[in-house]
């Protein structure tokens, strides 16, 4: 059954249930069956509902025995991040806060009483629209803050490539999913670079669209100026075909733009010859493991068959990138974390003597230990007398950054760089050290503060460590199709 879904990519799957040459709900089946083998160990989904699942597919196979046209994702399963509202679903974004009792059941390790949104989020209505099919919802850290999905208030997510070994965060879940064969596809989110560094430790495709390009309308809010909503696949064409289908204004999301969605899969096959390639020296500086640079150099040697010219740049702003956004995303979470209060949904503490009481009571049970470092952090920056000297100062700098993204795009069309400086390090290794965490976005995050379009692409395996390392594309503003082309490009270069 397994072998129906293993080593196909989203375009086929989609293309075969199209064809009729196989069924959406034998896809489904096929889907759930890997499921059942390796979640268990890896952790990557945190509910399965195979039901619901078997229904959609058989609505899928159902629609083509009447002759209806098929959507561009007919039968292909694709993972959601749990910090997507789902209305048949449970939502926690892997937080106790978001469950009644926040408890789980030591047998299934997924919460007890979760929280059930009312609606979908929008991009998870556009892939019903398609007719993909919904078998999960992906682990993730807590609230997306973290990069090593450790932060799970309910069970660590495991690296495919090696169990001992985190397949990043805070979208390590999707990444495991996709990387493991259980899904051709996931959704996820990236605030700093929370689908490119998974899908660089895993070595699955990831790509954070431009700020606005995707809507935001259901997803549970981290850091509202850089969140974005993002797509895992096995492939750059099947990220494109996902991609294509989830962009697009929504009229929920004041932040979405009114701008025209293009054929994004036809990219994947175009020429690149004569594409300038920026290089910047910044991302190639000490603390960069000789691993990862070899293989992404090589990959950007190797592109230079295909006429694609690189040049070395400059972004010289890139070093105080990680404050700027440490201080930006903090003092977001603080301000969008108040809605959970104990009083609408999700956990109430017992007993409380007034509101006060029961907004902390129910805060310190319901939030994790990183949650909680964020929001003072959060919360200090934009406190009286340190405002100007902290959250001010960040927003400069993330102007210079803005800047110097600008000044390399007029000399080159697309910037490649390192996803992360080291491959998927130990589970555990970093949990007590959270700077070392936080400079895992070193060279993701960046690309979030300027709200350009980036995606990681698997570019080889570590000469010592045999683990995948991806390298990261950056284009201007809604130049993702740009992205697509170099992408397949870097597939084409590899593979041979």
Known sequence: MTELL???????????????????????KAALAQIDAHNPHLGAF?????????????GVDDKRARGQPLGALAGVPVGL?????????????????????????PHSQTPVRPYQPPYDAQVVELLRRADAVLPGKCNMDELSMGSSTENSA????????????????????????????????????DTGGSVRQPA??????????????????????????????????????????????????????????????????????????????????????????????????TAIADLGRLGVTATAIRLPHTGAAVAAYVVLATAECSSNLGRFDGVRYG???????????????????????????????????????YYEAYYRRAQR???????????????VDVIATPVSPTVAFELGSRTQDPLAMYLADVYTAPASLAGLPAMSVPCGLGRDSGLPVGIQLTAP??????????????????RN
């Open 200 to 297: 660089s430790f895993t070595g699955t495709v990831g790509i954070k669209p431009s700020f606005g390009r995707v809507s935001r309308s259901g997803l549970i809010a981290f850091a509202s100026s850089l969140d974005q909503v993002g797509a895992f696949a096995t492939d750059v064409a099947g990220a494109a075909r996902i991609l294509e289908v989830i962009a697009g204004h929504d009229r929920k999301d004041a932040t979405s733009l009114p701008a025209p969605v293009p054929r994004y899969p036809q990219a994947c096959g175009r020429p690149v010859t004569g594409l300038r390639l920026g290089v910047p020296e910044e991302y190639f500086a000490d603390g960069l493991h000789p691993e990862v640079e070899q293989q992404v150099r």
């Open 477 to 494: 503003v809604l130049e993702e199709e740009r992205l697509l082309s170099l992408g397949a490009a870097v597939e084409q270069v590899v």
């Open 81 to 105: 991040k749990d910090s997507l509202c789902t209305k048949d679903q449970p939502t926690t974004a892997a937080s106790r806060i978001l469950t009644a009792g926040g408890i789980t059941d």
């Open 46 to 58: 945190l509910t399965v509902a195979p039901e619901l699942a078997l229904e959609q597919a058989r």
């Open 347 to 385: 956990l109430r503490s017992p007993g409380p003597d007034d509101i006060h009481e029961l907004y902390g009571r129910t805060r310190c049970a319901g939030f994790g230990t990183e949650v909680k470092r964020r929001i003072m952090l959060g919360t200090y920056v934009l406190s009286a007398g």
């Open 154 to 189: 309910f069970r660590v997510a495991r690296n495919p490539a090696d169990p001992n070994r985190t397949p990043g965060g805070s979208s390590g879940g999707s990444a495991a999913a996709v990387a493991s064969g259980m899904t051709p596809a996931a959704l996820g989110s």
């Open 6 to 28: 293993r080593g196909r990519s989203v375009a086929e799957i989609a293309d075969a249930v199209i064809a009729g040459d196989v069924s959406a709900e034998a896809i489904t």
């Open 397 to 411: 700098v993330r102007t210079l950054i803005i800047r110097d993204f600008a000044d390399a795009f007029a000399q």
